[in-house]
């Protein structure tokens, strides 16, 4: 082979690799050097060098003494022919293992700096633990807890996620990919709103309960933009793209706002609030309903006011009219429990398959809701329990009432994620 057809091979092989033609030279090198060692007689180290317009190699060779010191150098360049099937065979080795290390090191490079970005890619395979993601050049890993719950990825559907982590790995990059992370929606309302990508609208602030609802809270730097608006679309297509990618997803947009109780009011949307008092101390919102609206403001499952407490990053206290008139303060049915009666700690946790409330005991009893009214329904059916009173305090104790459970005044109160209360929303 001429050294014109040699250069025209490496240029080649670079466009093919996607390298450039620099790290492919260095490829080249260090084969040549490694192959070098491998013939009879080489000098104990070699620098090779090589001119990238003419291919011509040049093999400095170096010996070594006593202390390890380089000496003695010379041009030992040794003919082609001369190299023997042997370094041959080293060199060819020796090139394709740093060549798979270079797309390797290239690859992960090429993600290293894209984490929190979305990417596109069509579903390989599925298993129990994982799917994953084939996104051209390299695979993700979408570990089950980033797939969004009711939904089953079929191989050959193209899905968009999101880059959570980029690990550098003896085979490559590995790429771990989630379709329930919050900043997937923010990514998504980029791509399909321009003002959002252009800095006009920002989103504030995020709220997901995957596969079920997301809140989002939107603000323009133009005050001749609306935020809403911008992000909704014409007659909503914008918003329905991202709804469409998210197989369904309801989504919530309220406009962000500096004031707090203005803020709270907007979050708990569609749910009209009459008003809105907040602690001395920023933590906290006692929200004032009318009576009517009561169970849309709490939501199904308390899921609104949960995605609002999330969203503006305040405790909830949600209470109708009328509670208010008879006197009932701010979570009063917390205060009012019986006294001497020891309520188990816990939390409300949606299953992941059935989406049914199930209660979570600090002692690692899981109890649905369906089960837990039976229960309770039983209780308050008991003659004996109504009878004797210290009978029933002695059963309330041996079978613990979760905390947080909400009595038939239908009031909520949502702190870090925890339902205390229950409705119905559309």
């Known amino acids: ?67 390890g010191n380089w000496i003695n150098e010379r041009d030992d360049t040794p003919k082609r022919e001369e190299l023997g099937r042997i370094a041959a065979t080293t060199f060819r080795q020796v090139m394709s293992q740093r060549i798979r290390e270079v797309e390797r090191d290239r690859k992960f490079e090429e993600y290293a700096n894209r984490e929190g970005d979305i990417v596109t890619g069509i579903i390989q395979r599925t298993e129990a633990r994982y799917a994953l993601l084939d996104l051209g050049r390299v695979e ?56 959002i990508a252009d800095g006009i609208v920002e989103i504030k602030a995020c709220a ?74 920023g933590t906290q919102a006692d929200v004032i309903v009318p009576d009517h609206q009561l169970s849309l403001a709490i939501g199904r499952e308390g899921q609104n006011a949960r995605l609002s407490a999330r969203l503006t990053g305040v405790r909830i206290d949600i209470r109708s009219e009328t509670q208010v008139a008879e006197g009932v303060p701010a979570g009063g049915y917390l205060d009012s429990r019986e006294p001497g009666v020891e309520y188990a700690e816990g939390e409300w946790i949606p299953n992941a398959e059935t989406g049914e409330m199930e209660w979570h005991a600090a002692d690692g009893t899981v109890i649905s809701q369906s089960e837990w009214a039976k229960s309770t329904g039983a209780e308050e059916e008991s003659s004996e329990a109504e009878a004797d009173a210290d009978s029933a305090a002695e059963d309330t104790s041996d079978e613990a009432t979760p905390e947080g459970e909400a009595d038939g005044a239908g009031e909520g109160a949502v702190e870090s994620g925890e339902t205390t209360g229950s409705g119905d929303e559309d």
């Open 140 to 195: 993700a890993l979408l570990p089950q807890a980033e797939q969004v719950p009711f939904e089953r990825p079929n191989t050959g559907d193209r899905s968009k996620a999101y880059i959570v982590e980029v690990r550098k790995t003896s085979k490559g990059p590995q790429i771990v990919v989630s379709r329930t992370h919050p900043g997937l929606i923010k990514r998504l309302f980029e791509l399909e709103v321009p003002e």
């Open 1 to 67: 082979m001429s050294n014109l057809d040699m250069s025209e091979a490496i240029r080649m092989l670079a466009v093919e690799k996607g390298l450039s033609v620099d790290a492919l030279l260095h490829v080249l090198v260090d084969a040549m050097a490694s192959a070098y060692k491998r013939r009879p007689g080489a000098a104990d180290e070699v620098v090779v060098e090589v001119n990238p317009e003419t291919m011509d190699f040049t093999f400095i060779a170096y010996d070594l003494d006593e202390e």
């Open 208 to 281: 997901r309960e995957p596969g079920h609802r997301t809140k989002i809270a939107v603000w323009s730097n133009d005050n001749n933009v609306d935020p809403v608006g911008a992000c909704v679309g014409a007659r909503g297509a914008r918003v329905r793209m991202v709804v469409n990618e998210l197989r369904g997803e309801k989504i919530d947009i309220v406009p962000f706002s500096d004031d707090l109780a203005d803020f709270v009011a907007k979050a708990l949307s569609p749910a009209k609030v009459n008003q809105v008092i907040i602690s001395e101390d």
